[in-house]
T-cell receptor, first 116, second 111 residues
Framework: DVKVTQSSRYLVKRTGEKVFLECVQD?????MFWYRQDPGLGLRLIYF???????EKGDIPEGYSVSREKKERFSLILESASTNQTSMYLC???????????????FGEGSWLTVV | GQNIDQPTEMTATEGAIVQINCTYQ??????LFWYQQHAGEAPTFLSY????GLEEKGRFSSFLSRSKGYSYLLLKELQMKDSASYLC????????????FGPGTRLSVLP
């Protein structure tokens, strides 16, 4: 079974703090993603990566950066946390599109971040 | 651009059948997915359609019509544990092969 592990389930941080959210997957997937999920807004893509050292902006990259130094690990960084970044953050991974049900995306458990 | 619509909320009774609809607009369709998400948990994969027609998987079935940009998820013999949000998603070749998610449909199953 595919496992996507997020390092922290619940975090409370102060405004202005630097925040690291770590994600590790064990399926050798090329593609990795960071989403945030907010009530009424659904899942929104922050950043994604197709390979080590590569990163691409998603729909809402402002205020975030990412790092992918190893294939299995994708980190989301909030350089200076703000209260509007209070949300649930989901890491995910997938194969490049190959067709079939294996085309799906696998999610981690989620990290609930509160910025006070 | 891409756009996916689903009803926001639905309510059904235990033992009944419910159909959750999804309409989408995308330029590079490469598969439609349904995910189940219980409150406070991550989405989990339910079903996949890439060709027109019905895919059945136990109590869950999913239908796709590419010409209409339409899919539905059918849940039979509803159980209380089916109370969850159901997310429709499309993989888009013209969006870097990324997944575009609908807003999700919150289903409440009542006794």
């Amino acid at each position: 079974d595919v496992k996507v592990t997020q390092s922290s389930r619940y975090l409370v941080k102060r405004t202005g703090e630097k925040v690291f959210l770590e994600c590790v997957q064990d399926m050798d997937h090329e593609n990795m993603f960071w989403y945030r999920q907010d009530p009424g807004l659904g899942l929104r893509l922050i950043y994604f990566s197709y390979d080590v050292k590569m990163k691409e902006k998603g729909d809402i990259p402002e205020g975030y950066s990412v790092s992918r130094e190893k294939k299995e690990r994708f980190s989301l960084i909030l350089e200076s946390a703000s209260t509007n970044q209070t949300s649930m953050y989901l890491c995910a991974s997938s194969w490049p599109s190959t067709g079939g049900p294996g085309n799906t995306i696998y999610f981690g458990e989620g990290s609930w971040l509160t910025v006070v | 651009g891409q756009n996916i619509d689903q009803p926001t909320e639905m309510t059904a009774t235990e033992g009944a059948i419910v159909q959750i609809n999804c309409t989408y607009q995308t330029s590079g369709f490469n598969g439609l997915f349904w995910y189940q998400q219980h409150a406070g948990e991550a989405p989990t994969f339910l079903s996949y359609n890439v060709l027109d027609g019905l895919e059945e998987k136990g109590r869950f079935s999913s239908f796709l019509s590419r010409s209409k940009g339409y899919s539905y998820l059918l849940l039979k013999e509803l159980q209380m544990k089916d109370s969850a949000s159901y997310l429709c998603a499309v993989r888009d070749k013209n969006y870097g092969q990324n997944f575009v998610f609908g807003p999700g449909t919150r289903l409440s199953v009542l006794p």
